[in-house]
């Protein structure tokens, strides 16, 4: 390190010399110049206009016309260390970078000239490279005009493929956004030499042997794929016959000599056909040239294989550069499509992986690929397949899914080509982001299960990274638009098609797994099957990742596992037993149905985990628990698609929850050192079903409750949040929730929460105080005046404070506390009302909710507001109509239901006011008249919005304004009749058509009940008219006796055509 007075001192001396000393100095000038400024960038600015002005040495040095290379050279290494940053530092100034960046891209897309030698052009173009690297890394330069972006990504492209053998290419000098590639011309004098040439020198990085057996592996691969389109035809037309094809294995077997399961090679694709071998990398001790040659030869590719990695790192720079939505449109130059036919495919970065000889070069064009496919969800999204093509066009769908098809065949040729477990690591990572991000429900199927069985081989590889990521994939796999039909099937295989029978791969597994399973009490007995019958073969996915969590390992360990050092190398290496329990839990998560067969067994395994030491396998072990509890509580949910006589049963449920607490989720759950696992297993907790903790001990459940109680007051905020949703979710068991002490206890320790001073502990909180007042409502209805008279009315009091203190915090916080307040004002009763104390907290919780339904928040938190007051407004104990806030409330609710972007929020505020019973709770006639008026608007703009995505919420909007119509119409005083006639007469026909579609839709909303819904509405409509015919008649004049005669109508009009629909 150099400080910054002798710097400055240095770098004035340098500049001096290269303006007065000779030119056969100034390379080593500017050598000595590259040294200082390198990670000195911020400390030199004092001299950039020397150095990078419009006249700045480094610029004129850099030039194109500057006739010596070397000097041009080392003029452009100072430049480029001259762009590196340094963070905290201040970096180049806008002008600078802009003459740096196109310096650099001049040199990228000059062309070689005679007088350069091979190897110094190489080292011009890794010198610029590093430069545009430095430029933008570390985001300090983004990349935004289609100007810089073009040409950037055309020379980019040019530089990735420089010297690759067998490959000459010209690309444009600027890309441009376009779903088609733009046409690449190829050297065909070239390329022909470079196939004859390459042709001779067979094989690749492995032995001649191998190099031939894999290339008549790869021909029958060809014949075998003809018929490609007409397999996929029949996955689609019958997923039960899916091609599950068996791949012969063992544990140290290489899984590239089994080749018959990858994605078969299409006979006439270019780079994929015939001359797929001819492309193999060469290797050197096959060449035909002499040992001087050869030497340069040799030399020469490495240079060249430096230009293309330091292309590629460029490029994934640039990639976090530049906006995704902007990097898609340039998709087709750089991921490959299947070819037209008779027309060559374009060259991509697949390209790279499949035939570089570099396996540092593939490693590095498969980072490039795996970033660009990371985050492509909703790019990908469009594709579609399933059904057949038959345009005169190819639409964009088909072209995206096209590219993921040509995608998935490529890297599963290069997984069975590729000999670097680096490298191969890499591929199976790129798979992994590929399978994360493709619609495989829009997709035919067939292009998992080409993956699954291609990738089971290498679950067993030497090398524990590779091991790692095959089960990052598989759990990709399982988790993409999980459940998926194709996935159901892979895991229903019996173990003969996966690793058992297929050449011993795990042998020393599959016999202790099944004594493990045996070994479990009879209680553990799934209910698939009960006692005495025999269990069916387990997921073979499940069984595998079972016995590499727990059962100690029989081999000798591989190379890579001294990395991983794990309970003196008892069990397998710590990263696979963790990628394991993850695909465990995954499995759990998106395919229950099938994993419920083992529950008591997964159950054990979390158990075993969580009593381990490293706390990393506990906490995998405490998230597998959570799915585990997860799943049983989705299948008791009230809309459960699952037979009940298909569900986990109950007793089941509590054996597993009873092992649990008699097992070391007690002990996790106090484990403070580790804060993560704590939450964890505080998130497990609340997983219990409700039906089982009621059929637990009554000492485990009072063990479960202090549990909770006690990591309330956690100093850790991770922790706290998790105790409080937690309690949130115990306050709503019904064994619990009638037990005032617990909902007194869980009340105080939820206010604490809710004054933390983390967000998120609060937010948490505040649902859990909504969940709360839930239960008060629900034993206010259930439980009647004992539960009110028994709950504290300081308690009570204390809640109302804190949830109107917390609809002034954050959105998050404020949605849940609107909710708990409107509860809170539901429960109270007249003598809490009738109380001082009560009365200044009460107007302001009602202050609160107004503002909040009129204010800017988020929909959720309106709509919750909305919601609160309807609450509001049932309790027939608060002043509704004579207190002054009641024109407040009534006017935030009017102004909503008419104004209101968000049409859930207005359907609320629609259900609000309709909700009180008596028309005095409406206040006045001018208050009454407003209320008709705002809907009738709000029926009228019920189509109107500027967000397509709310039009679907439009027709939910209009029937609960009818519905609320029809209500204030049966309330109607004489007094409020005249206004009421005068918006029929404006808008009679508008309000008659919703009227009638209200009526009518109450048939075909819901068939199962379509007569006691259509009865229903009809019954509002015949009380309004009854309503009306009674305090009509009591008045005087035909003007306003006109109003039950127009219902009259509405109802003959509805008679008549439900008559015509009947018949």
């Not at 006439?268 to 035909?288: A, C, P, T, V």
């Not at 996790?668 to 704590?678: D, G, K, M």
């Not at 617990?742 to 929460?753: E, K, R």
């Not at 809907?935 to 939910?956: C, I, N, R």
Request: proline content about 5%.
């Amino acid at each position: 390190m150099v400080d910054e007075q002798n710097l400055n001192f240095l770098l004035s001396y340098c500049i001096s010399a290269l303006k007065q000393c000779s030119s056969w100095t100034h390379v080593e000038i500017l050598q000595a110049l590259a040294a200082l400024v390198y990670n000195n960038g911020p400390k030199c600015q004092q001299h950039l206009p020397d150095l990078l002005g419009r006249t700045g040495l480094l610029v004129q040095l850099s030039d194109a016309a500057q006739p010596d290379v070397e000097l041009r050279r080392a003029a452009l290494r100072a430049m480029a260390n001259l762009c590196l940053s340094v963070p905290g530092q201040p970096y180049l100034d806008e002008s600078y970078r802009s003459v740096c960046f196109q310096t650099f891209l001049s040199v990228l897309q000059s062309s070689k000239t005679t007088d350069i030698d091979d190897i110094t052009f190489c080292m011009l173009l890794q010198n610029a490279l590093k430069g545009i690297q430095s430029l933008l890394n570390g985001g300090k330069m983004k990349l935004m005009q289609t100007d810089q972006i073009g040409p950037l990504f055309a020379v980019l492209k040019k530089c990735m493929f420089h010297g690759l053998p067998g490959l000459s290419i010209e690309v444009p000098t600027a890309l441009y956004p376009a779903p088609l590639p733009q046409y690449d011309k190829r050297s065909p004098v070239k390329q022909e030499q470079s196939e004859t040439t390459t042709f001779k020198q067979t094989g690749n990085r492995r032995k001649k042997s191998k190099g031939k057996q894999k290339k008549g592996e790869l021909g029958e691969e060809g014949k075998e794929d003809l018929d490609d389109a007409g397999k996929e035809s029949i996955l689609a037309s019958n997923l039960l016959k899916l091609h599950l094809g068996e791949v012969q294995k063992s544990p140290r077997s290489d899984p590239r000599s089994h080749a018959s399961d990858v994605a078969p090679v299409p006979a006439g694709k270019d780079h994929l056909s015939s001359h797929h071998m001819s492309w193999k990398r060469i290797s050197s001790s096959e060449s035909e040239y002499s040992d001087a040659e050869g030497g340069m030869q040799s030399k020469t590719r490495s240079y060249q294989a430096n230009v293309r990695q330091g292309a590629l790192a460029c490029f994934l720079s640039a990639i976090k550069s530049i906006e995704k939505r902007v990097l898609y449109g340039y998709w087709s130059a750089f991921v490959p499509d299947a070819p037209g036919i008779g027309s060559p495919q374009s060259v991509s970065l697949m390209t790279i992986a499949l035939k570089d000889p570099s396996p540092k070069t593939r490693a590095c064009a498969l980072q490039v690929l795996s970033a660009i496919l990371e985050g492509s969800k909703q790019f990908l999204s469009v594709a579609e397949d399933a059904s057949d093509h038959k345009r005169a066009f190819i639409p964009f769908s088909v072209t995206i899914a096209s590219s993921i098809r040509e995608l998935h065949r490529c890297l599963l040729l290069a997984l069975v080509a590729e000999s670097s477990s680096q490298t191969l690591t890499q591929i199976i990572k790129c798979l992994a982001n590929l399978v994360s991000n493709a619609p495989y429900n829009r997709l035919k199927p067939g292009l998992l299960t080409r993956v699954w069985n291609q990738i089971k081989p290498y679950i067993c590889h030497k090398d524990v990274n590779v091991r790692v990521s095959s089960l990052t994939l598989l759990g990709a796999i399982i988790s993409v638009q999980a459940p998926l039909p194709e996935v159901q099937l892979l895991l229903q295989q019996p173990s003969s098609s996966g690793l058992n029978n297929s050449g011993s791969s795990t042998p020393h597994r599959s016999n202790p797994c099944e004594q493990w399973r045996k070994a479990l009490p009879a209680a553990g007995e799934p209910p698939e099957h009960p006692a005495g019958s025999a269990a069916p073969e387990p997921c073979w996915l499940l069984r595998l990742c079972v016995s590499i969590t727990v059962l100690p390992r029989e081999d000798s360990c591989s190379d890579s596992d001294v990395n991983f050092p794990s309970l003196s190398s008892v069990y397998e290496p710590c990263p696979l037993r963790l990628e394991s329990l993850q695909v465990l839990a995954l499995l759990v998560k998106g395919y229950f149905s099938m994993a419920q067969s083992y529950f008591l067994e997964l159950g054990e395994v979390a158990c075993r985990c969580m009593e381990e030491m490293d706390p990393s396998i506990q906490l995998h072990g405490a998230k597998l628990l959570e799915e585990l509890g997860t799943g049983v509580l989705q299948q008791y949910k009230p809309d459960s698609p699952v037979a009940p006589d298909q569900r986990v049963p109950v007793s089941v449920v509590v054996t597993f929850w009873t092992m649990m607490l008699n097992g070391p989720l007690p002990g996790t759950l106090q484990n403070s050192p580790h804060a993560t696992l704590q939450t964890s297993a505080c998130d497990a907790l609340s997983s219990i079903l409700p039906e089982a903790f009621s059929s637990l001990q009554n000492d485990q459940q009072i063990l479960c409750v202090t549990l909770l109680l006690g990591l309330n007051h956690s100093e850790n905020p991770l922790v706290k949040a998790a105790a409080a949703r937690a309690l949130g979710v115990y306050i709503l068991f019904s064994c619990l929730r009638q037990d005032v002490m617990f909902v007194a206890d869980t009340a105080n320790a939820i206010l604490t929460s809710l004054h933390d001073k983390s967000p998120n502990v609060r937010a948490k909180a505040a649902w859990s105080l909504g969940n709360l007042t839930d239960t008060l409502i629900i034993n206010m209805e259930t439980m009647g005046q004992s539960f009110q008279e028994e709950f504290s009315d300081v308690l009570l009091l204390k809640m109302l404070r804190s949830a109107t203190e917390a609809s002034k915090d954050r959105d998050k916080v404020k949605s849940n506390a609107v909710r708990a307040l409107g509860n809170v004002l539901h429960f109270l009763q007249p003598y809490h009302i009738a109380n001082p104390r009560f009365r200044e907290a009460i107007e302001e919780s009602l202050q609160a909710l107004i503002s909040t339904v009129q204010s800017e928040a988020t929909m959720k938190v309106r709509w919750n507001a909305c919601y609160a007051l309807g609450n509001v407004f049932k309790n027939p104990a608060l002043p509704l109509g004579e207190a002054p806030w009641t024109t407040q409330a009534y006017g935030a609710l009017s102004s909503v239901v008419k104004s209101c972007k968000n049409f859930k929020v207005r359907i609320k505020s629609a259900m609000a006011l309709s909700i009180p019973s008596k028309r005095e709770c409406y206040g006045s006639t001018e208050q009454f008249c407003q209320i008709w008026s705002a809907l009738v608007v709000a029926l009228q703009k019920s189509e109107d919005t500027e967000d397509f995505l709310e039009f679907k919420y439009s027709a939910s909007l209009r029937t609960q304004i009818c519905q609320a119509l029809l209500h204030l119409l049966s309330l109607a005083k004489s007094t409020d009749l005249p206004v009421i006639w005068e918006s029929i007469r404006e808008n009679g026909d508008l309000i008659k058509s919703y009227v009638l579609q209200y009526l009518k839709s109450g048939g075909e909303e819901n068939e199962a009940g379509m007569h006691t819904d259509f009865w229903e509405r009809e019954r509002a409509l015949k009380g309004a008219i009854e309503h009306l015919c009674g305090i009509e008649k009591q008045l005087k004049g035909k003007a306003r006796a006109r109003v039950s005669g127009y219902l009259e109508d509405v109802l003959a009009n509805h008679g008549n055509a439900t008559e015509l629909t009947e018949a």
